[in-house]
């Protein structure tokens, strides 16, 4: 029998209290096929966080608003004392929010990507961050043609 090693690759953090922000943290993760690896909210960065982001491996953490500021020191979320596997750290809150806030002003169409693209290009949370830089670039790039459509 093939032994499975557990790279953490696929590991992703959750840290969030009972809330929306961890629903949608926890369904988005499992729709990218990831594992979830939720943190308690109520439990102390130096001491239950720190064993978990040292022995998890995970590569993503989403957190909330309120337990980023209260939970995370501003080291490891300004990126220069994160010591750990982590690459992306993501404020669920505040992408909701600027996802509301596009929504309602008409200004941001939704594109859903196909089961089967998550499962085979969406692997790590460097491939995610590629994907939204990607997307970001193509609006970008559809709004400049817009404008030139414009001007002329």
Not at 40 to 45: K, L
Not at 124 to 148: C, F, G, N, P, S
Request: glycine share 4%; hydrophobic share 40%.
């Amino acid at each position: 029998m093939e032994k499975i090693i557990d790279s953490g690759e696929y590991n992703a953090g959750i840290l969030a209290k009972p809330s929306y922000d961890f629903v949608v943290s926890l369904l988005s993760q499992w729709a990218m096929n990831l594992m979830s690896v939720p943190m308690c909210h109520t439990h102390h960065f130096d001491t239950e966080m720190t064993h978990m982001l040292e022995h998890s491996k995970m590569r993503l953490l989403m957190v909330d608003t309120v337990c980023k500021a209260s939970k995370l020191p501003q080291t490891f979320t300004d990126g220069t004392g994160n010591n750990f596997d982590i690459k992306c750290t993501l404020d669920v809150t505040e992408a909701l929010r600027m996802l509301r806030g596009h929504r309602e002003h008409g200004n941001w169409e939704l594109q859903l990507l196909p089961p089967e693209e998550i499962r085979t290009a969406l692997r790590t949370a460097d491939d995610v961050l590629a994907r939204i830089t990607a997307v970001e670039e193509e609006q970008k790039a559809k709004i400049h043609r817009a404008q030139i459509e414009e001007a002329k």
